[in-house]
């Protein structure tokens, strides 16, 4: 979850560097660490998936979905990237 969250807010510095620009740019600046943003969570996704497979068993034990964990998770992530955006953005 750290790396996730350094991301997240590394796309916020860049939004609270450039909030004071023209809406292009701001515009720009959303799409590209968007893209920024779902590529890292994809990584991220495929590189627990296959390092970490052992320790999903004792959630399918609790009786939580794999698929359920998932979904939170990277769901959370998405949240607080959308979330540290627009405080970087409303910050100035």
Do not use: H, Q
């Amino acid at each position: 979850m750290a790396p996730a969250l350094v991301v997240s807010f590394a796309c916020g510095g860049i939004m609270y560097a450039y909030s004071i620009k023209a809406p292009a740019v701001i515009g720009v600046i959303i799409v590209a660490t968007f893209w920024f943003k779902v590529a890292t969570m994809t990584f991220f996704y495929f590189a627990m998936k296959r390092k970490a497979w052992k320790f999903f068993y004792y959630y399918k034990n609790v009786g939580v979905s794999v698929r359920w964990l998932w979904r939170m998770t990277l769901s959370f992530d998405f949240l607080t990237y959308v979330a540290v955006l627009f405080i970087g953005y409303y910050l100035r």
